[in-house]
């Protein structure tokens, strides 16, 4: 959120449509970094296989590269399994850059 005495400095139009903007962003960081956390907790709990599957389908699959990031500050490096996960979904181009986008709201947040 903008702090009030740079918004005092902005004309009223735009000051009003940072009000608006905002708190609908502040929920989608929430929500983002609930989910993420989601998926972590989810990778305590299963086998290659299963998280394979998990990832290679749904919207699960846009979170990986936020979980793996999220494992490299919690333990200074990525597990076997997560690199092993990584290495058999074969990402393409496309759906790489629609991860990274993901992930840099989510190292921003």
């Not at 989601?38 to 990778?43: F, G």
């Not at 990986?64 to 597990?79: H, M, P, S, Y």
Request: a positive charge; aromatic letters at 10%.
């Amino acid at each position: 959120l903008w702090p009030e005495s740079t918004l005092a400095f902005l004309p009223q139009p735009i000051k009003q449509h940072c009000n608006y903007i905002f708190p609908i962003a502040l929920d989608s960081r929430r929500k983002l970094i609930s989910r993420v956390e989601e998926e972590h907790q989810k990778l305590q709990s299963k086998t290659e296989n299963e998280l394979h599957q998990m990832y290679s389908e749904g919207d699960s699959s846009l979170y990986i590269l936020c979980v793996i990031w999220k494992q490299l500050l919690e333990t200074g490096q990525i597990t076997a399994l997560l690199s092993r996960v990584l290495q058999r979904l074969r990402l393409s181009p496309k759906k790489l850059a629609s991860f990274a986008r993901v992930m840099v709201d989510y190292i921003i947040y």
